[in-house]
T-cell receptor, first 113, second 112 residues
Framework: DGGITQSPKYLFRKEGQNVTLSCEQNLNHDAMYWYRQDPGQGLRLIYYSQIVNDFQKGDIAEGYSVSREKKESFPLTVTSAQKNPTAFYLC????????????FGPGTRLTVL | QKEVEQNSGPLSVPEGAIASLNCTYSDRGSQSFFWYRQYSGKSPELIMFIYSNGDKEDGRFTAQLNKASQYVSLLIRDSQPSDSATYLCAVIPSGGSYIPTFGRGTSLIVHP
């Protein structure tokens, strides 16, 4: 059963903590993306990756970090430097960067306590 | 900054009517256009993509692209309450980055 999985579904973070959001895909897609969505807002790109061991900053990368050690996995770390991390985080993948559609995971809702 | 604009709505239509959702974009060289549906609390799911001027139909959905006027529309025929959601327009701009720019979405409410 192919698709994109994200975990956890809900995540609570205390001030000053780093947390890591998981994203895994078994679609054999080269490109993977992380977006942030705030209420009433569109999707804002945090980071993206075209191939293993390579990734690029998006529009709002400050306070976030990623890795791409495997084709299937693209975890996102929300660091303590991110001052307003409460949001809905979406991971997506695509078979060719930009020339094909993006498929989204179910999302992780992060709340700072 | 390459922009994608959508009316936030809500757009309210009666069941069985045609819902018309519009999206304008600033980059004249944009090549690929996508419509996603997002239910409250859920992730976006692809409805349609369109690359060429004109209409593209898929069931009750029709995407319309007019590159000269820089707009793309989504028509939903025979609207159902289950169509109530936010519809996101995404555009891949020119310039070679191939990263889509998303609009903020239009909230659609189909009332019985």
């Amino acid at each position: 059963d192919g698709g994109i999985t994200q975990s956890p579904k809900y995540l609570f973070r205390k001030e000053g903590q780093n947390v890591t959001l998981s994203c895994e895909q078994n679609l054999n897609h080269d490109a993977m993306y992380w977006y942030r969505q705030d209420p009433g807002q569109g999707l804002r790109l945090i980071y993206y990756s075209q191939i293993v061991n390579d990734f690029q900053k998006g529009d709002i990368a400050e306070g976030y970090s990623v890795s791409r050690e495997k084709k299937e996995s693209f975890p996102l770390t929300v660091t303590s430097a991110q001052k307003n991390p409460t949001a809905f985080y979406l991971c997506a993948s695509g078979s060719r960067l930009g020339t094909d559609t993006q498929y989204f995971g179910p999302g992780t809702r992060l709340t700072v306590l | 900054q390459k922009e994608v604009e959508q009316n936030s709505g809500p757009l309210s239509v009666p069941e069985g009517a045609i819902a018309s959702l519009n999206c304008t974009y600033s980059d004249r060289g944009s090549q690929s256009f996508f419509w996603y549906r997002q239910y409250s609390g859920k992730s976006p799911e692809l409805i349609m993509f369109i690359y060429s001027n004109g209409d593209k139909e898929d069931g009750r959905f029709t995407a319309q692209l007019n590159k000269a006027s820089q707009y793309v529309s989504l028509l939903i025929r025979d609207s159902q309450p289950s169509d109530s959601a936010t519809y996101l327009c995404a555009v891949i701009p020119s310039g070679g980055s191939y990263i889509p720019t998303f609009g903020r979405g239009t909230s659609l409410i189909v009332h019985p």
